[in-house]
């Protein structure tokens, strides 16, 4: 218990101000004089907090605000210092308590602590407040930018809050803070059953990060949640990822260790986008060509060259191993869908759109019942989506069209219509 000597005792004076000079009764005065002590401790907290905060936090802002240095102008924005001030009233109060009530050991004793409790969650609302200042000054730098710092920004908030919570319940208690992180030892197993999304989030993160992953920026697929998009952000316990059709998918930040997703992000860095569609066309248009479809195919600028070197290679391996050959089976030559694939191929290497450094392939596939497929693989110089998408519909409007000039028929499934013809 505090003891206070009677020379400064300011209850005593009062007990005499009241009783002796004005007669009240004492249990009058005994409650009188607890308000106005109340009263001039509240003044006293006031004039402190209101001096330190005119004086001392306008002085540091001045101080602050001349600097080049960004992360202090961040400091007065989120009002940091002016949180700060609220612990001089509480300092002066823890002092000046045990003068004011002398006559009520109780009093102060309950105020010291609450004085204390107070200073405790001004440090960890200061302390959070620094840590998320911190979280965005380093999200924003560009080294950093893309990595996962609000995860573990989050951890050390939940550390904060964790250490504040138990140095609150040993004021309270009167207990040492050993003794409640002795018991919380014998709690693991419920702690981590509550924390187990923030664990398996934390570990996550880290992984993310290490291995590189994840970035925030990045285009990611993940069908499972029905999320394709730009990741937002990436916390502790959610990746938030915007949709192309702008809504918002929220993602287990573990998922990503648990569950597969696509990331595009090396098709962004790359020279281009993956182009890879097929054209099925049907096996019986395929044919020989004749003198006059290569006679039109030489008017195709694209090919011209091209029918005209393999014509002489047809005309030179003809006459020199089949000489007067009449079988046209034994007869080397050219086909319609073979000088189509070229076509194609010698189209798209044209094309403004496609990135001639990367692959350019036209290839047949593995024939179904639908056909012929005929692939064209090649990348796209444009990433944006819809003018990737435009590029694409742009060179197979062309080639769906064409394939006619080469006597060749796209496969498509047959409607009522074809079935009422074929009745007729």
Known sequence: MIQIEKKYNIALWLDKWFIEDFGLDPI????????????????????SWYLTKIIIVRFVHKIFLKTKIVWDDVLIERRVFEKIAYLVPAFIIIMVAPYIFGDFPKAIE?????????????????????????????????ILKDKPITS??????????????????????GKSPFYFLGAMGAMTAILLLIFKDTILGFVASIQMSVYDMVRVGDWISMPKYDADGDVMSINLNTVKVQNWDKTITTIPTYAFMTDSF????????????????????????????DEKMLSQFKKYKLIQNYITQKENEVQKTNSETLDNEIVSVNIRRLTNIGVFRIYAEKYITAHPSINKDMTIMVRQLESTSKGLPLEIYCFSAEKEWLKYETIISDIFDHLFTITSEFELEVFEEPTGNDFRNFNR
């Not at 200073?119 to 959070?128: E, G, R």
């Not at 250490?163 to 208690?173: A, N």
């Open 262 to 289: 696509k990331n595009w992000r090396g098709m962004s860095d790359s020279g281009g986008r993956r182009i890879k569609r097929a054209i099925y066309l049907k096996v019986s248009s395929f044919q020989f060509c």
């Open 152 to 173: 573990y920004i989050q951890v050390l908030k939940i550390v904060v809050y964790f250490i504040g919570g138990i140095l609150v319940l040993s004021i309270m208690l």
């Open 110 to 142: 309950y105020i010291i602590i609450l004085s204390n409790i107070f200073i405790i969650l001004v440090i960890i609302h200061s302390v959070i407040t620094v840590l998320s200042v911190f979280d965005e000054i380093v999200s924003n730098t560009l």
């Open 28 to 47: 009058v005065a005994l409650y009188l004089k607890l308000l106005m002590l109340i009263f001039v401790l509240f003044i006293i907290s006031f004039l």
